[in-house]
Structures are given as C-alpha cells and as structure tokens.
C-alpha cells in the first residue's frame, strides 16, 4: 500500500463540498472560465469513470481488505489518478479524496455484494 501523504491527509479531514469548491477553483484556473463545484466535477466524471470503474474495475476490486480503510483506496487512487490530474491541472489527491468521499459504490453503480 503506498504511504499516504500529508496533502492526501488534508483533504480527508476536509468536508466534501469545500473539496468541491476547491476543485471548482482548480478547473476554473485551467479552463479561464467560471464554474459552479457540481459543474467542476461533471466535466470530469466520464473519464473518471473509465479509469476507475472500467479500467481498475473497483466492483470487483472492493471486496478486498485493503479496501477497507478509505486512505488505502485514496492513496491508490491517487496513483491511478495521477497522469488525468497533471493533464486537467488538479491535485490527484484532491480528485481521490472527493470519490472516496461521494462513494465508489455509486460512482461505479457497483451492484449490493453478494449479487
């Protein structure tokens, strides 16, 4: 499990929707134009969706022990996050945080276990 780092600290005591506002800054900065925090996200959620739920398919992957403690999927997910991030210019550990926050479950529209 990769260490976690003091900024992915940070943004997991922070309350989901200044992480939203947060973010909306970021993406603000990048694209020159004024958003709103949901807005911010929406661009965002489609390849978010592919890397996560389609590509490290975290369905099947969320029965794992390791996946039990949030800052172990947050750290992973930073990693996974990463080349997306540098590319839309926002903190990987910011984006992680936020998904982990909302929910992998239903940002994937992982089935209840057991089915």
């Not at 997991?12 to 970021?26: D, I, S, T």
């Not at 925090?37 to 929406?42: F, N, R």
């Not at 992680?96 to 209840?112: M, Q, T, Y």
């Amino acid at each position: 499990m990769p260490d976690s780092s003091p900024e992915l600290q940070r943004y997991l005591e922070r309350a989901l929707p200044e992480l939203e506002e947060e973010l909306a800054v970021y993406r603000e900065q990048a694209a020159g134009a004024r958003r709103g925090p949901g807005d911010a996200l929406q661009d965002l959620v489609p390849a978010l969706r592919q890397r996560v739920c389609a590509e490290w398919k975290w369905c099947d992957k969320r029965q794992d022990a390791r996946f039990d403690d949030p800052v172990n999927i947050a750290a992973l997910l930073v990693t996974l996050l990463a080349p997306d991030a540098l590319r839309w210019q926002v903190p990987a550990a910011l984006l992680a945080v936020i998904l982990v926050k909302r929910g992998l479950d239903a940002f994937c529209e992982c089935p209840p276990l057991g089915e």
